[in-house]
């Protein structure tokens, strides 16, 4: 019964290559994000998406797109992978309450 | 954009002994939510507080919103206390939440 669940938990890939990282929530929220945090524990806001329509994003590399199939959903698809872009990215939602967030994908790029 | 800026960065305590961890945000906010990320990694929803005080255990958090402050006191302080704190802020509406840097606490036995 996990409220914010994302997959893979790891992921180790090679420069250049397309990844994807999903999450869905179950707790019926209107708005999910996906935030990145840095070697520092910086997190930064990458994407929200509310009832399905992208309504922020924040500068980040066109190589990475948000797909959200329904509500429910938030997948982070990321092409060309660059050695930069190793971080572990955390999925979120949030309705009329506190942000939820998901327990990370910890993307390593060799 | 608002700015967060949280107190102190790093802190190490002995067990048992009580701290106050800081926030500092630059602009009014419809809410401020305190998260602890524990060794594992995961992010923990501590407190959701636009104002006024809560309390829950050993933790409580008091954020005066007129002063754009929030304070989050650990009484008590366990080794299962370690990690980062976060301070974060909901501007307005659907806007995301802005993350300060965080307080690394370690505490020792």
């Known amino acids: 019964d996990t409220a914010v669940s994302q997959t893979p938990k790891y992921l180790v890939t090679q420069m250049g290559n397309d990844k994807s990282i999903k999450c869905e929530q179950n707790?019926?929220?209107?708005?999910m994000y996906w935030y990145k945090q840095d070697s520092k524990k910086f997190l930064k806001i990458m994407f929200s998406?509310?009832?399905?329509?992208?309504?922020i994003n924040e500068t980040v590399p066109n190589r990475f797109s948000p797909k959200s199939p329904d509500k429910a959903h938030l997948n982070l698809h990321i092409n060309s992978l660059e050695l930069g872009d190793s971080a572990v990215y955390f999925c979120?939602?949030?309705?009329?309450?506190?942000?939820?967030f998901g327990n990370g994908t910890r993307l390593t790029v060799t | 954009g608002i700015q967060v800026e949280q107190s102190p960065p790093d802190l190490i305590l002995q067990e048992g002994a009580n701290s106050t961890l800081r926030c500092n945000f630059s602009?009014?906010?419809?809410?401020l939510q305190w998260f602890h990320q524990n060794p594992w990694g995961q992010l923990i929803n501590l407190f959701y507080i636009p104002s006024g005080t809560k309390q829950n255990g050993r933790l409580s958090a008091t954020t005066v919103a007129t002063e754009r402050y929030s304070l989050l006191y650990i009484s008590s302080s366990q080794t299962t206390d370690s990690g980062v704190y976060f301070c974060?802020?909901?501007?307005?509406?659907?806007?995301?939440?802005?993350f300060g840097k965080g307080t690394r606490l370690s505490v020792i036995a």
């Open positions: 998406y509310n009832n399905k329509e992208l309504i």
């Open positions: 974060a802020v909901l501007y307005s509406g659907n806007t995301p939440l802005v």
């Open positions: 979120a939602s949030r309705g009329n309450s506190p942000l939820h």
């Open positions: 602009d009014s906010v419809n809410n």
């Open positions: 707790l019926g929220h209107d708005t």
